[in-house]
């Protein structure tokens, strides 16, 4: 008799594919994480090994406005490299989704570079909706929306390690997002989500490793 190996369950209030049209699930109740699984291209990868060569320190660049905007203070703000506007066209490929999809007007973007967890305890966003990719290194992770402990968030923790607090079960609760993954977080502000923002963390770093990615933020 053949072994059957068991289904994966999907874990509560995601929704995950290899395209792009999956963020319209935002707009579901039951839906509080989307994820688009992608794979990037060769361009953007050269010039994110090529950023992290130019910033071997913790960097962050901040910009708030219109796709305008977005595009030229990244092209005055990141350096010179053949496929720097590919991976410019990608941010503004991002932003002009998440402004469709939130009829919004501009966004609010911070890249960065960093050796360590920028959020290194699991949180929930007190926003509406926010947009994490990570281009080189870990990248976030997050828990299933069931089986929590919310009052195990911030104060909560008594200063305890994640693992220790009783937010979660054990070990397998917790998710991590791919390289390349694009993820939109519903947060506490999100109407009719309040309780129910999505919990999540920067991933640890060692020693030697560095992470480069983006948050978005909408501004209606």
Request: net charge neutral; proline share 4%; glycine share 6%.
């Amino acid at each position: 008799m053949q072994n059957i190996a068991p289904a994966i369950a999907t874990p509560h209030g995601l929704s995950q594919s290899s395209e792009p049209a999956v963020f319209t699930d935002l707009h579901k109740a039951e839906v509080n994480l989307c994820v688009w699984s992608r794979e990037l291209a060769n361009d953007i990868t050269r010039y994110s090994d090529y950023l992290l060569s130019q910033y071997p320190y913790a960097t962050e660049i901040r910009v708030l406005g219109d796709m305008k905007i977005l595009a030229e203070t990244l092209r005055n703000s990141l350096p010179m490299h053949n496929q720097r506007e590919a991976f410019i066209d990608d941010i503004c490929v991002l932003a002009d989704m998440l402004i469709c999809l939130l009829d919004a007007k501009a966004v609010g973007l911070r890249l960065c570079v960093t050796r360590t967890a920028s959020c290194p305890r699991f949180h929930v966003d007190k926003l509406g909706c926010r947009l994490i990719t990570t281009y080189r290194g870990k990248a976030t992770e997050w828990l299933d929306n069931i089986n929590l402990d919310r009052t195990k968030l911030g104060r909560g923790a008594l200063g305890k390690d994640d693992s220790k607090t009783g937010l979660y079960l054990n070990s397998q609760a917790v998710q991590k997002l791919d390289r390349g993954d694009v993820a939109l977080l519903k947060g506490e502000l999100w109407p009719g989500n309040e309780g129910r923002g999505i919990i999540h963390r920067s991933p640890k770093l060692g020693e030697n490793e560095r992470r480069l990615f983006i948050t978005m933020d909408a501004i209606t």
